[in-house]
């Protein structure tokens, strides 16, 4: 074949993204976005390798805007790289010359320096991500590189999959860094886009994948094998086959074995837990808010807080979120 020919078009009879036979109209879908290339960097790099499938329009037409946000909200993360600052360019410049402005705007948004009244120490943004759309988009890509090295359709709807983001000045956990290091690397073009994935056979064929966009951001996406047969994964396939879903699981059980899959949260069947609030009622106590539904909505208030600033753990950052709250609740309610 001609080497200008070699474009990865994959050739298949079913959309992977629904599962069902092709039928028109179709569309072609690049499972690696290729927004995710700034112009220079694509012309720079013959990125025609970038892999692609045939699938319904209206399945591709789905995720358009998704994929969009995906982009454009994570691409201030990305800046410090080569691809990361000239995806980071490209989107000012769109921004400047009126090019996707409504989305651009409502993810510049989402960097709020003062969310609720919250100002936290050093000047430190705040990130409110939609996460069931980046989480949509992660899963999207993961189904299609896999559907692509293993000709297996995932399903859309899985219920044991969980996607983390790691980005910014949070370092990823051990797992990842440990992962990332030593799993083989995928990517055509990793300096855009790179991923990794393997399988732990002694832990329920638990998948792992990590997605490094921009070589800056980490996606780490895990999931149960479709053939899983935790208690989960059976309900899923076979809502009405309780009985068969506790014959499987019985015969399936094995401890996790090694420290990387040890660390992962996998073998439960749940996607990795959330992070616990770590503010205690004792703490608005000691600020003078009284015992009673004052005190509840003030919790309540702190954790959105805690929540729209990423969760932060540590003592200086989490004393502030605390303040501002009661500073904030006396004002709202003139105590
Ligand atoms: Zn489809
Ligand atoms: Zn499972």
Redesign the pocket.
């Known amino acids: 074949m001609h080497p200008s020919l070699a474009m990865k078009k994959v050739q298949t009879k079913i ?6 036979p ?1 039928s028109a109209p179709t569309d072609v879908d690049h499972p690696v976005m290729q927004q995710l290339f700034a112009p220079e960097i694509r012309r720079k790099h013959n990125v025609s390798e970038l892999v692609t499938f045939d ?2 329009r ?2 591709n037409a789905a995720y358009q805007s998704d994929e969009d946000y995906f982009v454009r909200s994570l691409m201030p993360f990305a800046r410090g790289s080569v691809a990361g600052d000239a995806i980071y360019a490209k989107a000012l410049e769109d921004f400047r010359t009126g090019r996707q402005v409504p989305l651009t705007t409502m993810v510049l948004s989402e960097f709020d320096p003062n969310p609720s009244g919250l100002l936290l120490p050093g000047g430190k943004v705040v990130k409110r991500f939609d996460g069931e759309r980046l989480r949509r988009v992660a899963w999207k890509m993961v189904r299609g590189l896999h559907f692509y090295h293993a000709g297996e359709v995932l399903p859309e709807e899985w219920p044991t999959v969980g996607v983390q983001i790691y980005a910014g000045e949070t370092p990823p956990p051990e797992d990842v860094l440990c992962f990332v290091s030593i799993a083989q690397s995928r990517g055509r073009y990793p300096g855009v886009f790179d991923y990794k994935f393997d399988k732990f056979p002694e832990s329920n064929d638990l998948h792992y994948w990590a997605l490094l966009l921009w070589d800056r951001i980490i996606v780490r996406v895990i999931f149960h094998d479709p053939a899983c047969a935790c208690d989960t994964c059976t309900s899923a396939r076979y809502p009405k086959t309780g009985e068969l879903s506790e014959v499987a699981a019985a015969s399936n059980d094995g401890p996790a074995a090694g420290s990387v899959t040890k660390s992962l949260p996998g073998e439960a069947c749940q996607p990795p837990a959330a992070p616990k609030f770590p503010l205690k009622a004792a703490d608005f106590i000691a600020r003078g808010i009284a015992e009673g539904p004052a005190l509840g909505h003030v919790l309540t208030l702190a954790e959105d807080a805690w929540f729209a600033a990423d969760f932060p753990l540590d003592e200086v950052t989490l004393s502030a979120i605390a303040d501002q709250t009661v500073a904030r609740f006396t004002r709202d309610h003139r105590l």
């Open positions: 959309c992977y993204l629904c599962g069902k092709l699938v319904h209206a399945c």
